[in-house]
């Protein structure tokens, strides 16, 4: 069995639904004793729980899934990641930094993705600690990283959106929206991540 970020369901329930299949997923890969599919499990129930405001649940499961991956090089990094953005959602910063500083710290040097989902993680935790100039850089490195490559980039496209919003640098924020965007169409024409989306943009937007 494996587990493959190819959406969400279409329609009003699209998120309890995936929220279901994971969860039954979950359990067969547990008595199957198959860790790494196991922690992408629970990373992507967590994704799914933090995009509906329940970053203390969305916690619970990337901590779960931290077990399963010991000091996996590609996978430890991406849950660490995770743990850190669930911890500033949650107001837990100091947390948040050392989970940050952790994941970036433990990424391959050819591990592209995960140089820039870290980079992220980190600069959104700069962010909330006040430091704009340090996670105006970190959130570049990302988009310089990944830019050349083909992976679906609506996350770090967001989050940016959502910085440069609250910095008021309006422009630049419009360009990251219409990245985000262009992204998420990707996932197809009744995907729920589409209406996500923009409920964030009208929340950063009027976050100044």
Do not use: C
């Not at 911890?87 to 947390?95: I, K, M, S, Y």
């Amino acid at each position: 069995m494996h587990i493959e970020e190819v959406g969400l369901p279409d329609g009003g329930d699209a998120w309890a639904e995936a929220e279901r299949l994971l969860t039954d997923a979950a359990v067969v890969l547990d008595e199957f004793g198959d860790r790494v599919e196991l922690n992408i499990a629970h990373a992507h129930l967590g994704d799914i729980l933090l995009r509906q405001g329940r970053p203390a649940d969305a916690l619970a499961h990337y901590e779960a899934g931290l077990g399963n991956v010991m000091n996996h090089g590609g996978y430890r990094p991406e849950t660490q990641r995770r743990l850190a953005q669930a911890l500033v959602a949650l107001g837990e910063l100091d947390r948040a930094a050392a989970a940050a500083v952790e994941a970036a710290a433990m990424v391959a040097d050819d591990d592209f993705f995960t140089i820039g989902s870290t980079s992220v993680a980190l600069a959104q935790v700069k962010a909330a600690q006040g430091n704009a100039a340090e996670a105006d850089r970190l959130f570049q490195k990302a988009v310089d990283v990944l830019a050349p490559m083909e992976f679906n980039s609506h996350w770090l496209h967001l989050a940016r959106a959502e910085f440069l919003f609250r910095q008021g640098r309006l422009a630049e924020a419009e360009e990251a929206v219409a990245k985000t965007r262009e992204q998420v169409a990707r996932f197809g024409p009744n995907s729920p991540m589409k209406e996500w989306v923009e409920q964030r943009f009208e929340a950063a937007r009027n976050s100044r």
